[in-house]
């Protein structure tokens, strides 16, 4: 029998290392955070999100998934999100992966492997060019490595035109991590333009980006070993390499620099050129207090193990 009505609900996601390196087929590490986007459906005589009609402009993901890969009827949206947006914390891929498992849920299709590929997709379409990063790290949980080889601890594998992605799971030591938000939006289409040009032009920007290839691989053994001191000098140095790269900005240096101090490490988290840093921290209070103190919102998080779940 269909189901009438399903509930989904999708982490948040940090990169600890290797964003924009990834969109060149270089590897990077995300690791899931406990805020999360819930989300629930049900049949409905119109659209629906939230109560308001859905509009081609305002829920562009939603749209491109409900056109593109949903064979029924129309439906009725409703979200909760405790994932600020356009953040750099994943609330797309949230947002993606919840509606496509509530998609696959309803038609008796629900699995990872297949939510992690469609939930890329429409990442994919409504943004230009992006990674499988987010919405694979948003559907396992805990954290993942997607690299160009295959290694242990596989979870799937994804391409898209001349580009394969491998997805891994990542066991992670506990650890603590504080966003601190500027609260100044990051549009990732944009700051992924940004690179590309700054890429197809310098040879030196080609080599920053290789050597956050390998920076990223130096972490995922320093978070296997639990070295959490190491993982900090690693994402420092990646900090270093992003700036080169051109993304960060007055607001996250500000941020940077206040929570530094209290930290292993401290870097972008995601696109860059606004929405958020993270750092590494066994003292959140004092990295807390110093983001807030120069106008930046913290956020006080830690690994979620629960990826995507889904259910009537
Ligand atoms: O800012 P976010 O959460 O959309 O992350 C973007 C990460 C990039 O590597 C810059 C792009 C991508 O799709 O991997």
């Given at each position: 029998m269909p189901l009438t009505m399903v509930s989904a609900s999708s982490p948040a996601k940090a990169i600890l290392f290797g964003e924009h390196a990834v969109v060149y087929g270089l590897p990077a590490l995300a690791v899931s955070l406990d805020r999360r986007l819930e989300m629930t459906v049900h049949?409905?005589?119109?659209?629906?999100?939230?109560?308001?009609?859905?509009?081609?402009?305002?829920?562009?993901?939603?749209?491109?998934?409900?056109?593109?890969?949903?064979?029924?009827?129309?439906?009725?949206?409703?979200?909760?999100?405790?994932?600020?947006?356009?953040?750099?914390?994943?609330?797309?891929?949230?947002?993606?992966?919840?509606?496509?498992?509530?998609f696959l849920e309803m038609r008796g299709a629900m699995s990872p492997e297949e939510l992690a590929r469609k939930a890329f997709e429409v990442e994919y379409n409504v943004q230009g060019k992006a990674s499988p990063t987010d919405t694979s790290c948003c559907t396992h949980g805990s954290a993942v490595l997607v690299s160009p080889d295959r290694r242990d601890d596989h979870l799937w594998s994804i391409s898209k035109e001349e580009r394969t992605w491998h997805v891994h799971h990542v066991p992670l030591p506990p650890m603590e991590l504080v966003v601190g938000y500027t609260r100044t939006p990051s549009v990732t289409t944009v700051m992924v333009a940004k690179v590309r040009d700054y890429y197809q032009r310098s040879g030196f920007?080609?080599?920053?980006?290789?050597?956050?290839?390998?920076?990223?691989?130096?972490?995922?053994?320093?978070?296997?070993?639990?070295?959490?001191?190491?993982?900090?000098?690693?994402m420092d140095r990646n900090q270093a390499l992003l700036s080169i790269l051109g993304v960060?900005?007055?607001?996250?240096?500000?941020?940077?620099?206040?929570?530094?101090?209290?930290?292993?490490?401290?870097?972008?988290?995601?696109?860059?050129?606004?929405?958020?840093?993270?750092?590494?921290?066994?003292?959140?209070?004092?990295?807390?207090q110093a983001i807030m103190r120069i106008g930046g919102t913290p956020y006080r998080v830690r690994p979620s193990n629960t990826g995507t779940t889904v259910g009537p």
């Amino acid at each position: 029998m269909p189901l009438t009505m399903v509930s989904a609900s999708s982490p948040a996601k940090a990169i600890l290392f290797g964003e924009h390196a990834v969109v060149y087929g270089l590897p990077a590490l995300a690791v899931s955070l406990d805020r999360r986007l819930e989300m629930t459906v049900h049949p409905s005589e119109v659209w629906t999100v939230d109560g308001a009609p859905l509009e081609s402009r305002k829920h562009r993901y939603i749209r491109w998934g409900a056109e593109n890969l949903w064979d029924g009827g129309p439906l009725n949206i409703s979200t909760r999100s405790s994932i600020p947006s356009a953040s750099g914390l994943g609330s797309s891929a949230a947002l993606c992966c919840s509606l496509i498992s509530c998609f696959l849920e309803m038609r008796g299709a629900m699995s990872p492997e297949e939510l992690a590929r469609k939930a890329f997709e429409v990442e994919y379409n409504v943004q230009g060019k992006a990674s499988p990063t987010d919405t694979s790290c948003c559907t396992h949980g805990s954290a993942v490595l997607v690299s160009p080889d295959r290694r242990d601890d596989h979870l799937w594998s994804i391409s898209k035109e001349e580009r394969t992605w491998h997805v891994h799971h990542v066991p992670l030591p506990p650890m603590e991590l504080v966003v601190g938000y500027t609260r100044t939006p990051s549009v990732t289409t944009v700051m992924v333009a940004k690179v590309r040009d700054y890429y197809q032009r310098s040879g030196f920007a080609r080599e920053t980006i290789e050597e956050i290839g390998q920076l990223t691989m130096a972490g995922l053994e320093a978070l296997k070993k639990g070295d959490l001191v190491e993982v900090g000098a690693l994402m420092d140095r990646n900090q270093a390499l992003l700036s080169i790269l051109g993304v960060s900005t007055k607001e996250l240096k500000k941020l940077l620099d206040a929570a530094a101090p209290h930290s292993y490490g401290v870097k972008i988290t995601g696109a860059g050129g606004g929405g958020s840093m993270i750092a590494l921290t066994d003292r959140p209070e004092l990295v807390e207090q110093a983001i807030m103190r120069i106008g930046g919102t913290p956020y006080r998080v830690r690994p979620s193990n629960t990826g995507t779940t889904v259910g009537p």
